[in-house]
Protein backbone atom coordinates (compact mmCIF):
# COMPACT_ATOMS: atom_id res chain seq x y z
CA UNK A 1 0.00 0.00 0.00
CA UNK A 2 2.12 2.52 -1.18
CA UNK A 3 1.93 6.20 -0.30
CA UNK A 4 -1.18 5.47 2.19
CA UNK A 5 0.23 7.03 5.10
CA UNK A 6 0.97 10.26 2.92
CA UNK A 7 -2.22 10.38 2.28
CA UNK A 8 -3.79 10.28 5.43
CA UNK A 9 -1.48 12.95 6.30
CA UNK A 10 -2.49 15.33 3.18
CA UNK A 11 -5.92 14.36 4.09
CA UNK A 12 -5.75 15.26 7.85
CA UNK A 13 -4.14 18.46 7.11
CA UNK A 14 -6.25 19.46 3.95
CA UNK A 15 -9.69 18.56 5.86
CA UNK A 16 -7.84 20.24 9.11
CA UNK A 17 -8.04 23.55 7.30
CA UNK A 18 -11.14 23.03 5.91
CA UNK A 19 -12.84 22.40 9.54
CA UNK A 20 -11.14 25.38 10.97
CA UNK A 21 -12.92 27.85 8.55
CA UNK A 22 -16.10 28.08 9.55
CA UNK A 23 -15.01 29.52 13.13
CA UNK A 24 -12.10 31.49 12.17
CA UNK A 25 -13.68 33.55 8.75
CA UNK A 26 -16.81 34.45 11.62
CA UNK A 27 -14.13 35.09 14.61
CA UNK A 28 -12.15 37.52 11.77
CA UNK A 29 -14.89 39.27 10.88
CA UNK A 30 -15.78 39.97 14.24
CA UNK A 31 -12.56 41.07 15.32
CA UNK A 32 -12.34 43.20 11.83
CA UNK A 33 -15.71 44.43 11.22
CA UNK A 34 -17.49 43.66 14.52
CA UNK A 35 -20.22 41.83 12.93
CA UNK A 36 -20.59 38.47 13.04
CA UNK A 37 -23.27 38.53 10.25
CA UNK A 38 -20.57 39.93 7.64
CA UNK A 39 -18.71 36.37 8.66
CA UNK A 40 -21.67 34.38 8.26
CA UNK A 41 -22.36 35.69 4.62
CA UNK A 42 -18.64 34.92 3.62
CA UNK A 43 -18.85 31.41 4.88
CA UNK A 44 -22.38 31.05 2.81
CA UNK A 45 -20.11 31.93 -0.24
CA UNK A 46 -17.54 29.77 0.88
CA UNK A 47 -20.13 26.86 1.12
CA UNK A 48 -22.50 27.34 -1.24
CA UNK A 49 -20.44 26.55 -4.27
CA UNK A 50 -19.98 22.92 -2.92
CA UNK A 51 -22.79 20.64 -4.65
CA UNK A 52 -22.52 23.00 -8.21
CA UNK A 53 -18.66 22.27 -8.35
CA UNK A 54 -18.08 18.72 -7.43
CA UNK A 55 -19.30 17.56 -10.48
CA UNK A 56 -17.32 19.59 -12.54
CA UNK A 57 -14.83 18.89 -10.26
CA UNK A 58 -14.83 15.55 -10.65
CA UNK A 59 -15.22 15.43 -14.92
CA UNK A 60 -11.99 17.40 -14.70
CA UNK A 61 -10.49 15.38 -12.17
CA UNK A 62 -11.53 12.06 -14.54
CA UNK A 63 -10.79 13.69 -17.39
CA UNK A 64 -7.19 14.94 -16.72
CA UNK A 65 -4.18 13.78 -17.96
CA UNK A 66 -1.74 14.80 -15.19
CA UNK A 67 -3.70 14.09 -12.32
CA UNK A 68 -1.49 14.84 -10.07
CA UNK A 69 -1.04 18.29 -11.15
CA UNK A 70 -4.86 18.75 -11.11
CA UNK A 71 -5.31 17.35 -7.24
CA UNK A 72 -2.35 19.60 -6.34
CA UNK A 73 -3.40 22.72 -7.91
CA UNK A 74 -6.64 22.02 -6.19
CA UNK A 75 -5.43 22.23 -3.29
CA UNK A 76 -2.99 25.22 -3.85
CA UNK A 77 -6.05 27.07 -5.13
CA UNK A 78 -8.11 26.12 -1.61
CA UNK A 79 -5.05 27.67 0.13
CA UNK A 80 -4.75 30.56 -1.51
CA UNK A 81 -8.19 31.39 -1.05
CA UNK A 82 -7.94 30.67 2.74
CA UNK A 83 -4.57 33.10 2.92
CA UNK A 84 -6.51 35.64 0.62
CA UNK A 85 -9.48 35.62 3.55
CA UNK A 86 -6.56 35.99 6.12
CA UNK A 87 -5.51 39.09 4.87
CA UNK A 88 -8.84 40.68 2.86
CA UNK A 89 -11.77 39.94 4.72
CA UNK A 90 -13.05 43.27 6.74
CA UNK A 91 -10.41 45.13 4.39
CA UNK A 92 -11.06 45.18 0.90
CA UNK A 93 -14.73 45.69 -0.89
CA UNK A 94 -16.80 42.75 0.18
CA UNK A 95 -17.66 41.62 -3.29
CA UNK A 96 -13.97 40.98 -3.51
CA UNK A 97 -13.58 38.95 -0.52
CA UNK A 98 -16.98 37.18 -1.25
CA UNK A 99 -15.48 36.10 -5.23
CA UNK A 100 -12.29 35.09 -3.45
CA UNK A 101 -14.61 32.73 -1.32
CA UNK A 102 -16.35 31.47 -4.02
CA UNK A 103 -13.49 30.82 -5.65
CA UNK A 104 -12.31 28.99 -2.67
CA UNK A 105 -15.25 26.89 -1.54
CA UNK A 106 -14.93 25.70 -5.52
CA UNK A 107 -12.17 23.64 -4.65
CA UNK A 108 -13.57 22.32 -1.71
CA UNK A 109 -15.44 19.08 -3.16
CA UNK A 110 -11.82 17.80 -4.11
CA UNK A 111 -10.71 18.45 -0.52
CA UNK A 112 -13.47 16.19 1.11
CA UNK A 113 -14.72 13.56 -1.80
CA UNK A 114 -11.92 13.99 -4.58
CA UNK A 115 -9.48 13.06 -2.04
CA UNK A 116 -11.47 9.74 -0.58
CA UNK A 117 -11.69 8.79 -4.12
CA UNK A 118 -7.69 8.41 -4.48
CA UNK A 119 -7.50 5.30 -1.75
CA UNK A 120 -9.26 3.21 -4.38
CA UNK A 121 -6.00 3.33 -6.44
CA UNK A 122 -3.38 3.17 -3.62
CA UNK A 123 -4.81 -0.09 -1.66
CA UNK A 124 -6.00 -3.06 -3.78
CA UNK A 125 -9.60 -4.29 -3.06
CA UNK A 126 -10.79 -6.50 -0.02
CA UNK A 127 -10.83 -5.50 3.92
CA UNK A 128 -7.48 -3.40 3.27
CA UNK A 129 -9.21 -1.33 1.12
CA UNK A 130 -11.95 -1.16 3.53
CA UNK A 131 -10.05 -0.55 6.80
CA UNK A 132 -8.19 1.96 4.60
CA UNK A 133 -11.49 4.03 4.02
CA UNK A 134 -11.84 3.76 7.97
CA UNK A 135 -8.77 5.70 8.48
CA UNK A 136 -9.84 8.08 5.93
CA UNK A 137 -12.93 8.80 7.82
CA UNK A 138 -11.32 8.84 10.80
CA UNK A 139 -9.16 12.25 9.35
CA UNK A 140 -12.61 14.18 8.74
CA UNK A 141 -13.81 13.50 12.67
CA UNK A 142 -9.98 13.98 13.92
CA UNK A 143 -10.22 17.36 11.87
CA UNK A 144 -13.93 18.06 13.43
CA UNK A 145 -12.19 17.58 16.39
CA UNK A 146 -8.73 19.82 16.50
CA UNK A 147 -9.09 22.16 14.31
CA UNK A 148 -12.33 24.45 15.61
CA UNK A 149 -10.13 24.04 19.07
CA UNK A 150 -7.04 25.18 17.41
CA UNK A 151 -8.40 28.28 15.85
CA UNK A 152 -10.24 29.49 19.26
CA UNK A 153 -6.52 28.70 21.11
CA UNK A 154 -4.71 31.13 18.23
CA UNK A 155 -7.40 33.43 18.39
CA UNK A 156 -7.26 33.26 22.32
CA UNK A 157 -3.59 34.05 22.97
CA UNK A 158 -3.35 36.40 19.70
CA UNK A 159 -6.04 37.40 16.70
CA UNK A 160 -7.94 35.20 14.56
CA UNK A 161 -5.11 36.48 11.90
CA UNK A 162 -2.68 34.45 12.64
CA UNK A 163 -5.53 31.43 13.21
CA UNK A 164 -6.43 31.90 9.58
CA UNK A 165 -2.66 31.69 8.68
CA UNK A 166 -2.84 28.46 10.50
CA UNK A 167 -5.40 27.11 8.03
CA UNK A 168 -3.33 28.42 5.21
CA UNK A 169 -0.22 26.73 6.59
CA UNK A 170 -2.23 23.48 7.26
CA UNK A 171 -3.63 23.42 3.43
CA UNK A 172 -0.19 24.24 1.89
CA UNK A 173 1.20 21.17 3.52
CA UNK A 174 -1.86 19.08 2.13
CA UNK A 175 -0.77 20.16 -0.95
CA UNK A 176 3.11 19.58 -0.57
CA UNK A 177 2.47 15.89 0.80
CA UNK A 178 -0.57 15.24 -2.11
CA UNK A 179 1.78 16.02 -4.63
CA UNK A 180 4.43 13.07 -3.52
CA UNK A 181 1.62 10.40 -3.63
CA UNK A 182 1.72 7.48 -6.90
CA UNK A 183 -1.33 9.02 -9.47
CA UNK A 184 -2.87 6.58 -11.98
CA UNK A 185 -1.83 6.46 -15.59
CA UNK A 186 -4.01 9.04 -17.67
CA UNK A 187 -6.13 7.27 -20.21
CA UNK A 188 -3.78 6.29 -22.98
CA UNK A 189 -3.90 8.38 -26.47
CA UNK A 190 -2.82 6.66 -30.09
CA UNK A 191 -0.63 8.76 -32.03
CA UNK A 192 -3.25 10.66 -34.30
CA UNK A 193 -5.30 11.21 -31.39
CA UNK A 194 -2.64 12.40 -28.80
CA UNK A 195 -3.05 15.36 -27.50
CA UNK A 196 -6.95 15.66 -28.12
CA UNK A 197 -8.57 13.89 -25.43
CA UNK A 198 -8.50 9.48 -24.50
CA UNK A 199 -8.46 6.57 -27.10
CA UNK A 200 -11.10 5.74 -28.67
CA UNK A 201 -10.60 2.52 -25.82
CA UNK A 202 -10.35 4.87 -22.88
CA UNK A 203 -13.68 5.29 -21.02
CA UNK A 204 -14.97 8.94 -22.30
CA UNK A 205 -16.31 11.12 -18.84
CA UNK A 206 -19.54 12.91 -19.18
CA UNK A 207 -20.57 15.57 -16.76
CA UNK A 208 -23.49 13.93 -15.75
CA UNK A 209 -21.60 10.67 -15.48
CA UNK A 210 -21.75 10.62 -11.46
CA UNK A 211 -25.02 11.97 -11.06
CA UNK A 212 -26.66 9.46 -13.49
CA UNK A 213 -24.65 6.82 -11.81
CA UNK A 214 -26.03 7.93 -8.38
CA UNK A 215 -29.33 7.77 -9.78
CA UNK A 216 -28.96 4.49 -11.35
CA UNK A 217 -27.67 2.19 -9.05
CA UNK A 218 -29.53 1.45 -6.07
CA UNK A 219 -26.84 1.06 -3.42
CA UNK A 220 -25.83 4.70 -4.06
CA UNK A 221 -28.95 5.66 -4.67
CA UNK A 222 -29.39 4.76 -1.26
CA UNK A 223 -27.47 6.16 1.01
CA UNK A 224 -26.63 9.40 -1.06
CA UNK A 225 -30.45 10.26 -0.81
CA UNK A 226 -29.91 8.83 2.73
CA UNK A 227 -26.93 10.50 4.38
CA UNK A 228 -28.03 13.93 2.19
CA UNK A 229 -31.18 13.71 4.23
CA UNK A 230 -29.59 12.59 7.84
CA UNK A 231 -26.85 16.02 7.06
CA UNK A 232 -29.74 18.30 7.42
CA UNK A 233 -29.96 17.36 10.42
CA UNK A 234 -26.46 17.13 11.54
CA UNK A 235 -26.13 20.61 10.34
CA UNK A 236 -28.43 21.81 12.18
CA UNK A 237 -26.80 20.39 15.55
CA UNK A 238 -23.69 22.59 16.52
CA UNK A 239 -26.98 25.82 16.93
CA UNK A 240 -29.38 23.38 18.39
CA UNK A 241 -26.06 21.85 20.98
CA UNK A 242 -25.75 26.03 21.83
CA UNK A 243 -29.43 26.42 22.64
CA UNK A 244 -29.85 23.28 24.54
CA UNK A 245 -26.94 24.19 27.00
CA UNK A 246 -28.37 27.53 27.18
CA UNK A 247 -31.70 26.05 28.33
CA UNK A 248 -29.69 23.50 30.81
CA UNK A 249 -27.93 26.45 32.52
CA UNK A 250 -24.40 26.76 30.98
CA UNK A 251 -24.84 29.22 28.03
CA UNK A 252 -20.99 28.23 27.31
CA UNK A 253 -21.77 24.48 27.17
CA UNK A 254 -22.29 23.83 23.26
CA UNK A 255 -18.70 23.87 22.88
CA UNK A 256 -18.73 20.84 25.10
CA UNK A 257 -21.86 18.85 23.53
CA UNK A 258 -20.46 19.36 19.94
CA UNK A 259 -16.65 18.40 21.19
CA UNK A 260 -18.07 15.16 23.03
CA UNK A 261 -20.06 14.43 20.02
CA UNK A 262 -16.98 14.72 18.19
CA UNK A 263 -14.35 12.75 19.83
CA UNK A 264 -17.06 10.13 19.91
CA UNK A 265 -17.61 10.18 15.91
CA UNK A 266 -13.56 9.72 16.02
CA UNK A 267 -13.75 6.69 18.48
CA UNK A 268 -16.38 5.50 16.46
CA UNK A 269 -14.72 5.65 13.08
CA UNK A 270 -11.88 4.19 14.64
CA UNK A 271 -13.71 1.27 16.56
CA UNK A 272 -17.16 -0.03 14.55
CA UNK A 273 -16.01 2.05 11.56
CA UNK A 274 -13.58 -0.76 11.16
CA UNK A 275 -15.76 -3.75 11.08
CA UNK A 276 -15.83 -5.30 7.39
CA UNK A 277 -17.47 -8.31 8.52
CA UNK A 278 -20.60 -6.18 7.99
CA UNK A 279 -22.09 -5.28 4.46
CA UNK A 280 -21.99 -1.50 4.31
CA UNK A 281 -25.48 -0.50 3.64
CA UNK A 282 -26.33 -2.58 6.62
CA UNK A 283 -23.86 -0.48 9.09
CA UNK A 284 -24.96 2.77 7.17
CA UNK A 285 -28.86 1.83 8.67
CA UNK A 286 -27.71 0.71 12.36
CA UNK A 287 -25.14 4.03 12.57
CA UNK A 288 -28.42 6.54 11.45
CA UNK A 289 -30.65 4.32 13.40
CA UNK A 290 -28.65 4.33 16.62
CA UNK A 291 -27.73 8.20 16.36
CA UNK A 292 -31.38 9.06 16.59
CA UNK A 293 -32.00 7.41 19.06
CA UNK A 294 -28.98 8.42 21.23
CA UNK A 295 -29.88 12.01 20.04
CA UNK A 296 -33.53 11.62 21.54
CA UNK A 297 -32.25 10.32 24.61
CA UNK A 298 -30.12 13.83 24.69
CA UNK A 299 -33.22 15.72 23.81
CA UNK A 300 -34.54 14.86 27.54
CA UNK A 301 -31.50 15.09 29.48
CA UNK A 302 -31.87 17.27 32.41
CA UNK A 303 -28.02 18.45 32.52
CA UNK A 304 -25.46 19.22 30.45
CA UNK A 305 -23.16 16.79 31.65
CA UNK A 306 -25.82 14.01 30.86
CA UNK A 307 -26.81 15.53 27.52
CA UNK A 308 -22.71 15.56 26.83
CA UNK A 309 -22.58 11.34 27.51
CA UNK A 310 -25.63 11.32 25.21
CA UNK A 311 -23.89 13.45 22.38
CA UNK A 312 -20.59 11.43 22.62
CA UNK A 313 -22.88 8.21 22.52
CA UNK A 314 -24.73 10.09 19.21
CA UNK A 315 -20.80 10.38 17.94
CA UNK A 316 -19.58 6.79 18.43
CA UNK A 317 -22.64 5.88 16.27
CA UNK A 318 -22.69 8.64 13.82
CA UNK A 319 -18.75 7.37 13.10
CA UNK A 320 -19.01 4.90 10.86
CA UNK A 321 -21.57 6.02 8.97
CA UNK A 322 -18.63 7.81 6.85
CA UNK A 323 -16.80 5.16 6.90
CA UNK A 324 -19.60 2.37 5.74
CA UNK A 325 -20.42 5.81 2.56
CA UNK A 326 -16.92 5.58 1.35
CA UNK A 327 -17.32 2.13 1.05
CA UNK A 328 -20.63 1.81 -0.93
CA UNK A 329 -18.96 4.78 -2.95
CA UNK A 330 -15.60 2.92 -4.00
CA UNK A 331 -18.10 -0.15 -4.71
CA UNK A 332 -20.04 0.28 -6.65
CA UNK A 333 -19.56 3.72 -8.38
CA UNK A 334 -18.68 2.97 -12.07
CA UNK A 335 -14.75 3.06 -12.89
CA UNK A 336 -15.43 6.07 -15.03
CA UNK A 337 -17.48 8.38 -12.59
CA UNK A 338 -15.97 6.88 -9.70
CA UNK A 339 -14.80 10.69 -8.89
CA UNK A 340 -17.45 12.62 -9.80
CA UNK A 341 -19.50 10.17 -7.71
CA UNK A 342 -17.28 10.94 -4.40
CA UNK A 343 -17.72 14.55 -4.77
CA UNK A 344 -20.93 15.07 -5.66
CA UNK A 345 -22.05 12.20 -2.40
CA UNK A 346 -19.46 15.74 -0.55
CA UNK A 347 -20.99 18.31 -2.06
CA UNK A 348 -24.54 17.10 -1.47
CA UNK A 349 -23.94 16.61 2.37
CA UNK A 350 -22.05 20.04 2.66
CA UNK A 351 -25.22 21.90 0.95
CA UNK A 352 -27.71 19.75 3.03
CA UNK A 353 -25.92 20.80 6.33
CA UNK A 354 -26.05 24.19 5.06
CA UNK A 355 -29.63 24.38 4.66
CA UNK A 356 -29.93 22.73 8.10
CA UNK A 357 -28.02 25.37 9.78
CA UNK A 358 -30.36 28.11 8.00
CA UNK A 359 -33.33 26.31 8.87
CA UNK A 360 -32.07 25.68 13.06
CA UNK A 361 -31.68 29.79 12.68
CA UNK A 362 -35.05 30.28 11.55
CA UNK A 363 -36.25 27.92 14.13
CA UNK A 364 -34.12 29.51 16.76
CA UNK A 365 -37.38 30.70 18.83
CA UNK A 366 -38.90 27.03 19.50
CA UNK A 367 -37.92 25.34 22.49
CA UNK A 368 -34.14 23.41 22.24
CA UNK A 369 -35.29 19.84 23.45
CA UNK A 370 -37.96 19.59 20.48
CA UNK A 371 -34.94 20.79 18.06
CA UNK A 372 -32.98 18.18 19.18
CA UNK A 373 -35.95 15.55 18.90
CA UNK A 374 -36.29 17.04 15.25
CA UNK A 375 -32.60 16.18 14.26
CA UNK A 376 -33.28 12.51 16.15
CA UNK A 377 -36.13 11.85 13.77
CA UNK A 378 -34.32 13.19 10.54
CA UNK A 379 -31.85 10.58 11.23
CA UNK A 380 -34.01 7.59 12.16
CA UNK A 381 -36.50 9.07 8.98
CA UNK A 382 -33.00 8.35 6.78
CA UNK A 383 -32.28 4.88 8.31
CA UNK A 384 -35.72 4.21 6.96
CA UNK A 385 -34.98 6.18 4.05
CA UNK A 386 -32.08 3.84 2.87
CA UNK A 387 -33.98 1.04 3.73
CA UNK A 388 -36.77 1.31 1.32
CA UNK A 389 -34.67 2.38 -1.31
CA UNK A 390 -31.88 -0.74 -0.89
CA UNK A 391 -32.01 -3.54 -3.15
CA UNK A 392 -33.04 -6.57 -1.56
CA UNK A 393 -30.59 -9.48 -1.82
CA UNK A 394 -27.34 -10.02 -2.14
CA UNK A 395 -25.61 -6.42 -3.66
CA UNK A 396 -23.74 -6.71 -6.65
CA UNK A 397 -20.42 -4.45 -7.00
CA UNK A 398 -20.25 -2.15 -10.02
CA UNK A 399 -18.34 -4.51 -11.92
CA UNK A 400 -21.34 -6.23 -12.47
CA UNK A 401 -23.49 -3.61 -13.74
CA UNK A 402 -23.79 -2.76 -17.13
CA UNK A 403 -22.08 0.80 -16.81
CA UNK A 404 -18.67 -1.18 -15.80
CA UNK A 405 -18.99 -4.20 -17.97
CA UNK A 406 -16.02 -5.83 -20.15
CA UNK A 407 -15.69 -7.56 -22.59
CA UNK A 408 -16.60 -11.61 -22.39
CA UNK A 409 -13.71 -12.27 -23.53
CA UNK A 410 -11.53 -10.72 -20.57
CA UNK A 411 -9.54 -12.44 -18.13
CA UNK A 412 -8.82 -12.06 -14.26
CA UNK A 413 -7.22 -8.84 -14.16
CA UNK A 414 -3.72 -7.70 -13.11
CA UNK A 415 -3.54 -4.70 -11.02
CA UNK A 416 -0.07 -2.92 -10.30
CA UNK A 417 0.03 -1.37 -6.44
CA UNK A 418 1.87 1.40 -7.81
CA UNK A 419 -0.24 2.86 -10.11
CA UNK A 420 -3.36 1.16 -9.69
CA UNK A 421 -4.13 -0.13 -13.22
CA UNK A 422 -5.75 -2.94 -14.15
CA UNK A 423 -5.35 -5.09 -17.87
CA UNK A 424 -7.15 -7.53 -19.56
CA UNK A 425 -7.33 -9.33 -22.39
CA UNK A 426 -9.20 -6.41 -24.07
CA UNK A 427 -6.81 -3.70 -22.96
CA UNK A 428 -5.61 -1.37 -20.28
CA UNK A 429 -8.47 -0.13 -18.14
CA UNK A 430 -8.79 2.92 -16.43
CA UNK A 431 -8.98 2.61 -12.54
CA UNK A 432 -11.65 4.49 -10.67
CA UNK A 433 -8.85 7.04 -9.02
CA UNK A 434 -8.23 10.12 -11.74
Known amino acids: MPGLGRYLAAALAARFASEGMSMAVVLLALQRTGSAAHGAFVLTAWLAPHVLAAPLAGTAAARSRRPRLFHVGALAGFTTAVAALAFLLGRAPTPVVLAVAVLGGSCGPMVTGGLSSLVTGLVPAGPARD ?91 AVTSATTLAFVGIGALTTTAVLLATALGSPGGGGVLMTAFALGALTGSLTLGRITSVPPGRLARWAMAATGVALTAAAFTPSVPLAAAAFAAAGVCDGPLLTATLRIRSEFAPEEARTQVFTLGAGLKVTAASAGAALVGLAAGVAPWVLVLAIAVLQLAAALLHTALAPRGPARGAASGPSAAVPSTAVPSARDPREGSATTASGPRTPGAP
Open 131 to 221: RAYGWDASTYNGAAVTAPAAVSLVAAFGSAGPAMALLAASGALAAALAATLPYPKPPATSGANSGLGPSRGAPRVRLGSGLAALWRIRELR
